[in-house]
Every structure is written in structure tokens, then in C-alpha cells.
């Protein structure tokens, strides 16, 4: 499913994540590892947005670098403490994330429901706290038909209800859809109930499998 090769992402010139293999079959794969360790960075990555050297390879054939715009329809990222411009909201952008992602007709309305974004459709971000920001940030994520969905921290700020009904689809998106998901928490991984094809484990910019 996805294939990094040779990947090194550095910051001011100095190398703060460096892969030489890692292959990713279909599947749930968590990463674990403490702060700084490189898992934002690495998801970030894989999301596209941010500039390394190396390969990623979605499916073994689209390539983020050859095939930008293939890749990012297919590859999803919600972050650990998203941010929006303050003005905006869930609506806005729903509206422009789905377009973007070509989402499929009623699944804003689905996620609406899912996520209980509903509540606060209309309302600025700039008022928001961090839960809501969280839910808004999962719905935008879960947006199009990707192959991947990177899930920062899903636990942090969410309550155990949209808890439960965010992982009730998520399973339903891996077993009906085959789409793939990594996450990272800090918070005990069993609470999600999903069922791990792999863990890896980040330190000091590596990435290595635990068996």
C-alpha cells in the first residue's frame, strides 16, 4: 500500500527523520514514540506537506513527487492541534475540502452526524475549543475516497462518544473499503478497538517495527 525509499527530511540543514525501507501493506499501523521523536514529521511527510528527499509510493504507482495531485486525492492527514483561519468555518471548509477531494454526495452529511460537527456547522473557528477543532479536523480527514488516512493523536480532546462512533467507521471504512490508516496517540491505543496490522516505533528520526 504505501513504500518509502530512501527518505531523509532535514530542517535548516540539520536531519531530523531519516528512512531507508519501510513498506506498509493494507491495514491499521500505529506509530509510538515520545515528543520529538519524528511522528508528526513523518506523517506530515507522507501527507505531502513537507519537502524531503526520497520516494513515497502510494499502491506502486503514484508517486508523491511525479504524481502530486493522484497522491493527495488519495492521501488524507489529520493533525495532532489543527488550525484554521479564524473567520472560517466547518461549512467553509467542508465546502472547499471536499471539493478538493471530490467527495462523494452526502458524505459531508454523513461526517456531520459522525463527528457531531453539526452542533457548530456555522460557527467561526476562532471560537472554537480544542475538542471541536479536533472533530472539524477528523471530518476534513475522512473527506474523498482516500487509500490512506494519517491520524494524529484521534484520541486527544475527543469525548468518548464521537470516540466510539469515529472508530465504528473507520472499520467499517477498512473492512467495506480496504482503506488503510496509521495513527499515533499517546493515550492507550486499545481504546480505539481497532484491530493493528503493525506498530512501529519512532526514535530520534527512525522508524522500526516492534515484534
Request: aromatic fraction near 10%; include cysteine; proline fraction near 6%.
Amino acid at each position: 500500500m504505501l513504500t518509502v525509499s530512501n527518505l531523509t527530511k532535514a530542517y535548516n540543514g540539520r536531519t531530523v527523520l531519516t528512512i531507508s525501507d519501510l513498506q506498509l501493506p493494507i491495514g491499521v499501523h500505529y506509530f509510538r514514540g515520545g515528543n520529538g521523536s519524528g511522528k508528526t514529521t513523518f506523517f506530515r511527510t507522507v501527507a505531502g506537506l513537507l519537502p524531503f528527499s526520497g520516494e513515497i509510493r502510494l499502491d506502486g504507482q503514484y508517486e508523491i513527487n511525479r504524481d502530486p495531485v493522484a497522491y493527495r486525492l488519495r492521501v488524507n492527514y489529520a493533525e495532532a492541534e489543527p488550525l484554521y483561519p479564524p473567520f472560517l468555518t466547518p461549512r467553509d471548509l467542508a465546502g472547499f475540502v471536499g471539493r478538493a477531494k471530490r467527495n462523494p454526495a452526502g458524505q459531508v452529511d454523513e461526517l456531520t452526524d459522525v463527528l457531531g460537527v453539526g452542533n457548530f456547522w456555522t460557527q467561526p473557528t476562532g471560537t472554537f475549543s480544542s475538542g471541536m477543532l479536533k472533530k472539524l479536523s477528523l471530518l476534513l480527514a475522512l473527506l474523498g475516497r482516500p487509500r490512506l488516512v494519517l491520524l494524529d493523536e484521534p484520541l486527544t480532546t475527543l469525548d468518548v462518544t464521537t470516540a466510539t462512533r469515529l472508530f465504528d467507521y473507520v472499520r467499517r471504512l477498512r473492512d467495506e473499503e480496504n482503506v488503510s490508516f496509521c495513527l499515533t496517540s499517546h493515550q492507550d491505543v486499545s481504546l480505539t478497538g481497532l484491530s493493528l496490522t503493525s506498530t512501529w516505533q519512532v526514535s530520534d528520526g527512525q522508524i522500526s517495527p516492534v515484534t
